[in-house]
């Protein structure tokens, strides 16, 4: 398997990567690890009470810590199993199974978070799908937090080149989620992205 394979492929090559991340991040937590980074800038976005969607959620860290700082916190993920862990772990949100290239919750957020690479295991040719039903879910004037790395095969021109295709605008590039700024060598990037200006893009 390539070692950019999607996450779907990933997990039907091995059924038991899902748990193997969950208990990833559970011992994480239980050592006492700071995993609430992501959700620490997001929430400096934002006044208290937002409508927050967690896109790519996994098990629930990021929209887990949002939930405690005082937002109202839905998470997408396409894989049964991290979401299962989410509700288990992080009661509160809304947790919910679907495909982030075709999801439709019928809604909108004050804010997007994609942490934790997910942008990444989206197959390769579904990636503006994705961002464009992102997009789709923001309110006018919301803003989207994307952070990945670039050893999953996604070069940051290319990601950024999507984004303006699919409706996005930069507000502020970042090289890590505690506002490092970015730069020519950067290996990892944190995208505060608005909505263009313009009609949504039809995905």
Known sequence: MSEYASWA????????????????????????????????????MLPRGSRVLDAGCGPGRVGGALHRAGHHVTGVDGDPVLV??????????????????????????????????????VE??????????????LVPGG?????????RGYGFAEFRADAAATGWAEDVLLSTWDLRPFAADSTFLVALLRPAAGPVPRG
């Open 143 to 151: 803003r989207m937090a994307i952070g990945f790395g670039d050893h």
């Open 9 to 44: 492929a990933i997990t039907a090559e091995d059924p038991d990567h899902s748990q193997w991340y969950v208990d990833r991040f559970r011992g994480l937590a239980a050592e006492g690890a700071d995993l609430d980074g992501e959700a620490r800038l997001v929430d400096a």
């Open 84 to 121: 299962a862990a989410a509700e288990t772990d992080h009661p509160g949100p809304r947790w919910v199974v679907d495909d982030l290239t075709t999801f439709d919750l019928g809604e909108t957020f004050d804010a997007v978070v994609c942490a934790g690479n997910v942008i990444t295991f």
């Open 124 to 137: 390769h040719a579904l990636r503006r799908d994705a961002l464009t039903r992102l997009r789709a879910h």
